[in-house]
């Protein structure tokens, strides 16, 4: 009789198996938990098959690791030892979660089982996920103590663990390596090194890998020109990101929003705020879809040179594009209202945040005390200084000091404005010239 909760109710082990077989084509691991539960409900005992065939289904799909340990634990209280075909398995649903992986490596060795290429990779790559290149070096030196030899795979995972960890020496190093072997490094490696020395500040390097690509032969793809141009924009180098953009933009396919990006953010640091907008144009112009870091950058390119008015703009454009403005953007665009004293603008940026639902921080708070307080404008001063308070902001120098830069400025002021008073009021002066001949003044 078929059970009311399992998809079917086989009646022998191997029957089971094919059913937890059949279970891979719609991903269903949990489904083959039932069957278990069923075989175990039927006093049928599950083998090797039964098990590596459930693991496989974890492996497969993005299940819960933990879920994987308990099958394992159960394997181990049956007996059963796990083979290279468990091992692979459970190394690829502990992807994730590089110590898992690591740690069921090291297992396996400790009971005699020697792990392949496969199995070795996938630990790598869990370990370059976690962005840890030594666990991923320590690795190769055990693969090569197998005797196997390196894959693509291998390099492609221990490039990508020195890009996320901002080496560029180590992925250098390795890229080298793979030249030198018989897995020779292809796009993917260059790609992963170039982004390597970007986050590392290694520019020039980042260069010279995009003409390794070309004794290689190999032609690079967007990745590789996004990752050469976000090295040059990281480094100050607006020039040549200018130019691997304009590369890229000839390619198949051409240059996308992120490429844009690192253009617009070389030009914000350098002031070159009519180029930022040139870029945004052309983006657009080109159908992408600019993002909150696109205006971000070319607000910030105004805000290093006093445009506050183009800030007021591009921020006017990215609302009405319905393009999630974020407090980057925000802050920028209150700098520029900032240093111009444009207060009203700088509230009404606040009141804009308060409706897109923008968390405000200390730094736009700073930026809007400072505007009241160029202004002399020190009611809404102290009123955005208790507002920050009350949110639960902790107010630093900076904050403290626009808000009695606005006091001082505003008795600055009001001094100018009685002492201008008394001056207008003071009785004229007198002179001996002015007098009649009888010491009368003259009538008028």
């Keep these: 009789m078929r059970s009311p909760t399992s998809p079917c109710a086989p009646s022998t082990v191997i029957d089971c198996n094919k059913a937890i077989a059949s279970c891979r084509r719609s991903?269903?691991?949990?489904?083959?938990?039932v069957l278990l539960a069923e075989m175990e409900r039927r006093h049928l005992k599950p083998d090797m098959?039964?098990?590596?065939?459930?693991l496989s289904?974890?492996?497969?799909?993005?299940?819960?690791?933990?879920?994987?340990?308990?099958?394992?634990?159960?394997?181990?209280?049956?007996?059963?030892?796990?083979?290279?075909?468990?091992?692979?398995?459970?190394?690829?649903?502990?992807?994730?979660?590089?110590?898992?992986?690591?740690?069921?490596l090291?297992?396996?060795?400790?009971?005699?089982?020697?792990?392949?290429?496969?199995?070795?990779?996938?630990?790598?790559?869990?370990?370059?996920?976690?962005?840890?290149?030594?666990?991923?070096?320590?690795?190769?030196s055990g693969l090569r103590c197998l005797h196997a030899v390196p894959d693509i795979i291998t390099w492609n995972s221990l490039c990508d663990a020195c890009d996320k960890g901002a080496l560029w020496l180590q992925a250098w190093t390795f890229l080298l390596e793979a030249r030198h072997s018989t897995a020779s490094p292809d796009v993917v490696t260059y790609s992963s090194a170039v982004s390597a020395t970007g986050r590392g500040h290694a520019w020039m390097h980042a260069t010279q890998l995009s003409a390794g690509m070309a004794r290689d032969q190999l032609e690079p793809n967007l990745i590789t020109y996004n990752a050469s141009s976000s090295a040059c924009e990281r480094a100050g180098q607006w020039e040549t990101t200018l130019q691997i953009i304009s590369v890229a933009d000839s390619g198949h396919p051409p240059a996308d929003i992120i490429s844009y990006n690192s253009a617009v953010s070389a030009c914000a640091p350098e002031g070159k705020w009519q180029l930022a907008q040139f870029l945004l144009g052309r983006g657009l112009q080109r159908?992408?879809?600019p993002t909150a870091v696109t205006y971000g950058a070319a607000i910030m390119a105004c805000e290093s040179v006093a445009r506050w008015e183009d800030a007021i703009v591009?921020?006017?454009?990215?609302?009405?594009?319905?393009?999630?403005?974020?407090?980057?953007?925000?802050?920028?665009?209150?700098?520029?209202?900032?240093?111009?004293?444009?207060?009203?603008?700088?509230?009404?940026?606040?009141?804009?945040?308060?409706?897109?639902?923008?968390?405000?921080?200390?730094?736009?708070?700073?930026?809007?005390?400072?505007?009241?307080?160029?202004?002399?404008?020190?009611?809404?001063?102290?009123?955005?200084?208790?507002?920050?308070?009350?949110v639960g902001l902790s107010a630093d120098c900076?904050?403290?000091?626009?808000?009695?830069?606005?006091?001082?400025?505003?008795?600055?002021?009001?001094?100018?404005?009685?002492?201008?008073?008394?001056v207008r009021t003071k009785p004229p002066f007198l002179s001996m010239e002015m007098l009649g001949p009888n010491g009368h003044l003259p009538k008028p």
Aim: aromatic share 6%; net charge neutral.
């Design 27 to 33: 991903g269903g691991w949990k489904q083959g938990i």
């Design 49 to 54: 098959i039964t098990y590596n065939t459930e």
């Design 57 to 104: 289904l974890y492996g497969g799909a993005s299940s819960d690791w933990s879920q994987m340990a308990l099958l394992l634990s159960e394997m181990q209280s049956k007996l059963l030892r796990a083979d290279i075909i468990s091992l692979g398995a459970s190394l690829r649903a502990f992807e994730l979660c590089w110590s898992r992986a690591v740690q069921q």
């Design 106 to 140: 090291s297992r396996s060795q400790v009971h005699a089982l020697l792990p392949n290429l496969i199995t070795y990779n996938t630990t790598s790559t869990a370990c370059a996920k976690a962005s840890d290149w030594q666990r991923a070096s320590q690795l190769l």
């Design 287 to 289: 159908r992408l879809l």
């Design 314 to 390: 591009l921020w006017s454009e990215m609302i009405q594009g319905n393009v999630a403005a974020n407090e980057i953007a925000l802050n920028a665009t209150l700098s520029t209202c900032e240093n111009a004293a444009k207060w009203q603008a700088a509230l009404s940026l606040m009141e804009d945040a308060e409706q897109l639902l923008i968390q405000l921080d200390l730094i736009s708070y700073n930026a809007a005390i400072s505007a009241c307080g160029a202004a002399a404008e020190w009611k809404l001063a102290l009123s955005l200084l208790r507002k920050a308070l009350d």
């Design 398 to 422: 900076i904050t403290y000091t626009a808000a009695v830069g606005a006091c001082e400025r505003a008795t600055k002021r009001q001094n100018e404005r009685k002492e201008g008073l008394r």
